[in-house]
């Protein structure tokens, strides 16, 4: 009898992101009766990319879905950055909107840092803003960069107390590797930060009892990268041509994550799939955000919204 490969346990962000988003509904339409407001959320996005257009459509829709409000203000390619930040004041002044976020890659003429910091902080429900990230770095309450929160919430369902584990994360954008750095060291793990300067980044992993992989390289981590029976948390959303050579030649792409997951999936303990993992807890929490910012600007405590 040859023995069976161990297969992880699936972490499923799908089946968890539907539990919080019912949360954040049934919390708004209770926000709503007592103090009559409903949370709003305006999404800005400046250009054609298909992949934003598509991401933008989601969250919209799951937006309207929880019963919140959910305005998209589709600007032209060539709209200047003046006439952007321009809207942003406005939406910043308005007091039916609680959560502002402008969708990146804006293009390349327009400087996406000082649009970002030019979203009220208080509205900032991507927490890009500095003064947001200054607060996560110290401590101090603020809106969290939805898809570290999201990987976070995983792991906390997953494995309860963090603190003492290992945590490599792959990655140091300021949307991602920086904000999960800071959210796990907050849980007391021992962190450490890899990126493309990294020497020996497989043995670097090996020593992970939990590896997020957010880097934009598709299955760049692969199987004996992972020491066993560690959480694997896979950020990347990577577009690679279909399968099928017929059906790669007219053009269809899948989506695969930057861990190679049939490998993976044989050594560790537990994983996210691409799709169905974190990619749908970040829409969750955006939600979640915008419904927290809603609550603050009328000084009203947010229920919590944890499982
Ligand atoms: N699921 C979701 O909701 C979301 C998914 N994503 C996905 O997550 C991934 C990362 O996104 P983002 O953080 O914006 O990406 P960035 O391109 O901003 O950052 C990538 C990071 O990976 C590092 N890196 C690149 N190549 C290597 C390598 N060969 N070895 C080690 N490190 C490397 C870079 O290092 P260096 O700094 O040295 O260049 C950089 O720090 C992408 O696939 C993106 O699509 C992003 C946001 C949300
Ligand atoms: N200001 C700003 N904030 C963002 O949060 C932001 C952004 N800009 N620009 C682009 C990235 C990417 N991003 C994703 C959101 C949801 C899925 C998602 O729902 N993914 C599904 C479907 C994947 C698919 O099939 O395409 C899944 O993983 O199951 C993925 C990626 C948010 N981003």
């Not at 979203?119 to 960069?145: E, M, Q, S, T």
């Not at 790669?248 to 930057?258: L, S, Y």
Request: proline content about 7%.
């Amino acid at each position: 009898m040859s023995a069976q490969p161990s297969r992880a346990t699936l972490i499923d962000g799908k089946a968890f992101s539907t539990g919080l988003v019912e949360r954040v509904a049934a919390a708004s339409a209770r926000l709503e009766a007592a103090h009559g407001v409903k949370p709003g959320l305006a999404v800005v996005i400046v250009g054609e990319d298909p992949a934003s257009q598509l991401y933008v459509r989601n969250k919209g829709e799951t937006t309207v879905r929880a019963g919140l409000r959910s305005d998209t203000h589709r600007l032209d390619a060539t709209t200047s950055q003046a006439d952007l930040l321009a809207l942003i004041a406005e939406l910043n002044a308005d007091a039916g909107i609680h959560g502002v976020l402008v969708q990146l890659p804006l293009p390349t003429h327009i400087d996406a840092s000082v649009v970002l910091d030019a979203i009220d902080p208080d509205k900032d429900v991507d927490g890009f803003h500095v003064v947001n990230a200054g607060r996560l770095a110290v401590g101090l309450p603020g809106l969290v960069p939805c898809t570290p929160l999201g990987c976070l919430m995983l792991l906390k369902d997953q494995l309860g107390d963090l603190s003492g584990l290992n945590a490599v994360i792959i990655g140091r954008s300021n949307i991602v590797g920086k904000p999960m750095a800071q959210l796990l060291l907050g849980e007391s793990c021992t962190v450490t930060i890899a990126h493309s300067r990294t020497r020996d980044l497989p043995a670097v992993c090996r020593a992970a009892d939990i590896l997020v992989a957010a880097v934009g390289r598709p299955e760049m981590v692969r199987g004996d990268w992972i020491k066993p029976g560690a959480t694997v948390i896979d950020v990347g959303i990577n577009r690679v041509p279909s399968l099928d050579p017929e059906k790669a030649a007219a053009g269809k792409t899948r989506v695969v994550g930057d861990v190679a997951f049939q490998e993976a999936v044989q050594v560790a303990g537990r994983i996210t799939p691409v799709p169905g993992g974190v990619g749908p807890m970040t829409i969750a929490c955006l939600l979640a955000n915008t419904y927290s910012a809603a609550c603050r600007s009328i000084g009203v405590t947010p229920e919590p919204l944890d499982a």
